[in-house]
C-alpha cells in the first residue's frame, strides 16, 4: 500500500481475512464440525452437506444476528449462527459445535506475509491498531500470533456495535484518541469496513 499526504499517526487493521486467515479457517472449522455429525436429523448424512453451501447459511445467520438488539456477544452470536444453519440443514447443533468454532477462531494464523509488514510498519514509526467483530477473549490468541507490534484492540464486545456500522468507528478514534484524519484504516472488506470508515472520513486502504 502506498500512504499519501501528512503521514498519520495510527495505521488501523481489520483483522479476520485482512491480517488473519478467515476463509481458510473457518473452512476447516466448518469441515471438522460437520465431519462429527453423522447421521442427520433427517436421515441425510451429513457428509452429503456442501460445505460452501453451509457456510454462506452461517454467514447469512451471523450478519443479521449481529444487527439486532441487544448486542450479543460474539460467541452468543456464532453459536445461534451456527445452530441456525444446522437447523436448516437437518443437523443435531450440540454446544460443544459453537465451542469447537469459537475456539478455532482464536487460533487462526496470519498470512504469512502480515509479521514482517507489521514490523516494518512499527520500524516506521506507526502505531497499530486492529478493530474487529470479535470478544476480547476471542481475538487474543490471534492477536498473540501478530509478533507483538499491535499497540491497540477495539472489539464489537468493547464497542457494543459490529461494523459496518460507524459506531465501532466512533468508538475506536475515542479510545485511540484521535481524529479520523490522523489515521489509515486497512481492510479486505469492502461491506464491513469501507463504506462505514469512509463515511466516518478515514483515510482508506483496500
Not at 163 to 181: E, M, N, Q, T, Y
Request: hydrophobic share 45%; aromatic share 8%.
Amino acid at each position: 500500500m502506498s500512504l499519501t499526504g501528512a503521514k498519520p499517526r495510527w495505521l488501523t487493521f481489520d483483522c479476520y481475512g485482512t491480517l488473519i486467515q478467515w476463509d481458510e479457517g473457518l473452512l476447516a472449522a466448518m469441515e471438522t464440525i460437520l465431519a462429527g455429525k453423522g447421521e442427520a436429523r433427517y436421515g441425510v448424512g451429513a457428509g452429503h452437506v456442501d460445505r460452501d453451501a453451509f457456510i454462506a447459511v452461517y454467514d447469512r445467520h451471523e450478519h443479521r444476528l449481529e444487527q439486532e438488539r441487544p448486542h450479543r456477544s460474539f460467541a452468543d452470536v456464532t453459536s445461534q449462527a451456527l445452530k441456525l444453519a444446522m437447523d436448516e440443514f437437518g443437523l443435531v447443533f450440540h454446544p460443544s459445535d459453537a465451542q469447537l468454532l469459537t475456539g478455532s477462531i482464536g487460533r487462526m494464523p496470519p498470512f504469512p506475509e502480515v509479521v514482517s509488514t507489521l514490523q516494518r510498519f512499527k520500524q516506521a514509526g506507526f502505531r497499530l491498531a486492529v478493530i474487529s467483530n470479535t470478544d476480547d477473549g476471542i481475538i487474543a490468541g490471534n492477536i498473540a500470533q501478530l509478533g507483538g507490534v499491535i499497540d491497540r484492540v477495539i472489539t464489537a464486545e468493547q464497542a457494543l456495535a459490529y461494523k459496518p456500522s460507524p459506531a465501532i468507528f466512533r468508538h475506536a478514534w475515542s479510545v485511540l484518541g484521535v481524529d479520523p484524519g490522523d489515521l489509515v484504516h486497512i481492510c479486505a472488506s469492502p461491506h464491513l469496513d469501507l463504506a462505514a470508515a469512509r463515511d466516518w472520513g478515514s483515510g482508506l486502504s483496500g
